[in-house]
T-cell receptor, first 113, second 113 residues
Framework: DAGVTQSPTHLIKTRGQHVTLRCSPI?????VSWYQQVLGQGPQFIFQ???????GRGNFPDRFSARQFPNYSSELNVNALLLGDSALYLC????????????FGPGTRLTVL | AQSVTQLDSHVSVSEGTPVLLRCNYS??????LFWYVQHPNKGLQLLLK??????LVKGINGFEAEFKKSETSFHLTKPSAHMSDAAEYFC???????????FGTGTRLKVLA
């Protein structure tokens, strides 16, 4: 079975632009979570979606949004990019929404210039 | 508030000697606890998971961790380090009834030949 996949692998944007990151969960998994990992730090929780509904949101501004599609894939959108948004964005999938093992994708490396 | 503290940002061991990576957590109720490993330019891989069954949890690649409620600790150990164990290790808490993962700041393990 394929693991969690994310696209693109790398992305370079300039300040003020908008970006869309994509994630496909493991087959059969209905929950997708997004994390931001700044260099040298642990991942920080951004969103969780389960059965296409937002189940939780971390301490991130409204410039960050996400959605989950009927096939359980997900998009993370970031508007009005700032230099501080440069990070590795990780997607994780799990079968259920709570205390379930999350399986992580390889991440999308976003650089904002 | 729930949190997790990894007590060492860097640990160096010689190949063949024991590994100890320390983690303390703070959580209102019995949490789920995880250890993940992140090799350079690779995604996060689950090493092991504790969910209120046996307090000694065995994981992949010879790693194990012991849940000690009285000490609120979940330290990761391995009897004999291999060069391939060099990586970043993250302790994660998922409080009971919640959906989010809370990551520690990570411990970088260096294995000396």
């Amino acid at each position: 079975d394929a693991g969690v996949t994310q696209s693109p692998t790398h992305l370079i944007k300039t300040r003020g632009q908008h970006v869309t990151l994509r994630c496909s969960p493991i087959s059969g998994h209905k929950s997708v979570s997004w994390y931001q990992q700044v260099l040298g730090q642990g991942p920080q929780f951004i969103f969780q979606y389960y059965e296409k509904e937002e189940r939780g949101r971390g301490n991130f501004p409204d410039r960050f949004s996400a959605r989950q599609f009927p096939n359980y894939s997900s998009e993370l959108n970031v508007n009005a990019l700032l230099l501080g948004d440069s990070a590795l964005y990780l997607c994780a999938s799990s079968q259920g929404p709570e205390a379930d093992t999350q399986y992580f994708g390889p991440g999308t490396r976003l650089t904002v210039l | 508030a729930q949190s997790v503290t990894q007590l060492d940002s860097h640990v160096s061991v010689s190949e063949g000697t024991p590994v100890l990576l320390r983690c303390n957590y703070s959580s209102s109720y019995s949490p789920s606890l995880f250890w993940y490993v992140q090799h350079p330019n690779k995604g996060l891989q689950l090493l092991l998971k504790y969910t209120s069954a046996a307090t000694l949890v065995k994981g992949i690649n010879g790693f194990e961790a012991e849940f000690k409620k009285s000490e609120t600790s979940f330290h990761l150990t391995k009897p004999s380090a291999h060069m391939s164990d060099a990586a970043e290790y993250f302790c994660v808490v998922s409080p009971s009834g919640t959906y989010k993962y809370i990551f520690g700041t990570g411990t970088r393990l260096k294995v000396l030949a």
